[in-house]
Nanobody, 123 residues
Framework: QVHLVESGGGSVQAGGSLRLSCTAS????????MNWFRQAPGKEREFVSG????????YYADSVKGRFTISRDNAKNTLYLQMNRLTPEDTAEYFC????????????????WGRGTQVTVSS
C-alpha cells in the first residue's frame, strides 16, 4: 500500500524558515518524479516544486524560486522542501506527490498524494 506522509509544517513569522519532509513507502521511490504542491483556502492546488528521479533536475514555481529548495534522498525514500524567507502568501496546506511518467506541474498528472501538512506564516 502506497503511503506519502508529510511532516515539518507549523506556524512561523514572516521571514522565517521551515523544512518539510515527505516519507514514502509502498512504491519504488527512486523511479518517481517527486513534487510539492500547496493549496490555500479557497484556492486551487498549485505546483510548488519538483525534482527528477536522478536528482539532476529541479523545478520551481516563480513565486518560490530563490526561496525554496527541493531535495530528495532515494536511500531514505524521503523528499524535502527547505522554505526560507517565508511570507504570509506561503500560508497553505502543503502536499507531496509522486508521478512516474514524466515531469509535470499538473496536479491531475500525479499518481500518488500525501495528506498534507499545514504551513501558516504570520506577518
Amino acid at each position: 500500500q502506497v503511503h506519502l506522509v508529510e511532516s515539518g509544517g507549523g506556524s512561523v513569522q514572516a521571514g522565517g524558515s521551515l523544512r518539510l519532509s515527505c516519507t514514502a513507502s509502498g512504491f519504488t521511490f527512486s523511479r518517481f518524479y517527486m513534487n510539492w504542491f500547496r493549496q490555500a483556502p479557497g484556492k486551487e492546488r498549485e505546483f510548488v516544486s519538483g525534482i527528477s528521479r536522478d536528482l539532476q533536475s529541479t523545478y520551481y514555481a516563480d513565486s518560490v524560486k530563490g526561496r525554496f529548495t527541493i531535495s530528495r534522498d532515494n536511500a531514505k525514500n524521503t523528499l524535502y522542501l527547505q522554505m526560507n524567507r517565508l511570507t504570509p502568501e506561503d500560508t497553505a496546506e502543503y502536499f507531496c506527490a509522486a508521478n512516474e511518467d514524466s515531469p509535470s506541474h499538473r496536479a491531475m498528472s500525479m499518481d500518488y498524494w500525501g495528506r498534507g501538512t499545514q504551513v501558516t506564516v504570520s506577518s
